[in-house]
């Protein structure tokens, strides 16, 4: 599973980030070690009370667990990964918490450990901690038969659908997944052999070459977005200029900006408004069924936490009263008769937590199985979805030739063809080689 990790203070925003629900489907505390508190924002403002003996501002050290997509992971497959975690970082017997989160059919975990060792009063040094997470990130995919990520067999062959914080924001203002963002600009890339071909495929799919403030070549999106080529192609700006020339001759972002506001006319705003508008009609039953299986597999659980406690109770009181008082509680531990039912009552809570939590899990796994089938439904809609909507894009060039009747739209694609042609002949004036 991949592992990632950080060190870091803000006990109070960490434990609302763990807890919220917004974001994820089922959050679920699974473990508290080592505080006096009982509760997760209260076991995380504990560490940072613990550090204020110290001149640690980060104290805490918290890694996310993230299994392979397709793959059902136990509870003790996660906790022998957090062992082993502490048992590579020096971090046995700390504090920590564990919380899980569900979301789309898929489980992942986050683990907290404090810090501040109590007895010194000092931070545990966690030195390289990323390249001994990526070793033992190997090993549970080498032991576990998954397939290993690119990125761990060779650095060169790291995924480039891997996205900073930033570039997940970037795309969600603009309504898209990001991936297929970087996917539509590498492949426009990958087919063309020159600038005007690369122009003509960023087009098909929405997007407009244009000259960066500081980044040089970018790309700027129908919502005004710009994306910073060389990241999203993962190209030097040396070998861009190959292909693409100087980048000084290329037009603004301004000037990208009005032109595409130009050419997004009400005709064509209207064909994309309508095409979202179906799209949304589209997903409303599955976000509406993704909605009550929400609530129903948290009625569920939490229908099983009461049954397990009342049972629990009851189990509890059957083992109590094998454990007489007064005189004849006396005789029973004169005779043995006491610790033998001490015994008998210890292998029994044992059991009986076992079960609880196998129960526990069953639920749970069966839960994730139907959250899967439903996921694979969006991701279905989201596909035929997306494939509609570069259609319409690859075919606006040729509804701006087509509407001839659109005096409005025809005039507007004139004065487009009108620039294009300006800006080739002022760069043979100036010796540049036109393009084909």
């Known amino acids: 599973m991949i592992l990632k990790a950080s060190q870091r203070g803000g ?31 209260g076991a995380l403002h504990e560490a940072y009370a613990m550090s204020r003996g110290t001149r640690c ?32 970082l020096g971090l046995e017997d700390q504090p920590r918490v564990v919380v899980f989160h569900e979301k789309e059919g898929r489980r992942h975990a986050h683990c907290v450990w404090s810090r501040i060792d109590t007895d010194e009063m000092k931070a545990i040094h966690l030195s390289h901690y990323k390249r001994k997470l990526m070793d033992v990130s190997k090993q549970l995919y080498l032991e576990n038969d998954w397939d290993m990520p690119k990125g761990f067999i060779d650095k060169n062959l790291k995924n480039p659908l891997n996205f900073t914080r930033q570039e997940w924001q970037q795309a969600l203002r603009a309504g898209q997944n990001p991936k297929i963002i970087k996917s539509a600009l590498q492949h426009s890339w990958a087919i063309s052999d020159n600038r005007k071909a690369f122009e003509h495929a960023l087009q098909s799919r929405g997007y407009f070459l244009a000259k960066g403030d ?29 292909k693409l020339g100087k980048a000084e001759l290329l037009p603004s972002v301004v000037e990208t900006k009005n032109t595409i506001s130009g050419r997004l006319t009400k005709q064509f705003k209207g064909y994309s408004d309508e095409l979202t508008l179906k799209h949304k009609q589209e997903m409303k039953p599955l976000i509406h069924a993704r909605q009550t299986m929400i609530q129903r597999h948290r009625e569920t659980r939490e229908n099983q936490k009461l049954a397990h406690e009342k049972r629990w109770q009851s189990e509890e009181m059957e083992r109590s009263a094998r454990l ?60 035929k979805q997306t494939d509609e909507r570069q259609d319409f894009f690859s075919d606006m060039d040729q509804q701006y030739k087509n509407i001839e009747r659109q005096d409005e739209i025809r005039e507007l694609y004139e004065q487009e063809t009108l620039r294009s042609q300006q800006t080739i002949s002022n760069k043979d004036s100036m010796g540049h080689e036109p393009e084909m």
């Open 214 to 242: 500081k980044r040089g070549y970018v790309a700027v999106d129908l919502h005004g977005e710009v994306y910073s080529l060389s990241r999203q192609i993962g190209i030097k700006k040396a070998d861009l200029s190959k």
């Open 324 to 383: 007489r008082k007064g005189f004849k509680g006396i005789w029973d531990r004169l005779t043995g008769s006491h610790q033998k039912a001490r015994v008998k009552n210890e292998k029994e809570t044992q059991k009986c937590q076992l079960r609880d939590q196998n129960e526990k899990e069953s639920l749970i796994s069966n839960q994730l199985d139907e959250r899967r089938k439903l996921q694979d439904q969006f991701q279905q809609l989201r596909e």
């Open 11 to 41: 006990s109070r925003q960490l434990a609302s980030h763990l807890l919220k629900t917004e974001e994820n489907e089922h959050v679920d505390v699974h473990e508290i070690r080592g505080f006096a508190a009982n509760d997760l924002d």
């Open 57 to 88: 501002s980060k104290f805490l050290f918290s890694v996310s667990l993230n299994p392979p997509e397709n793959e059902d992971v136990s509870i003790d497959k996660f906790e022998n990964t957090l062992d082993r975690i502490e048992n590579k």
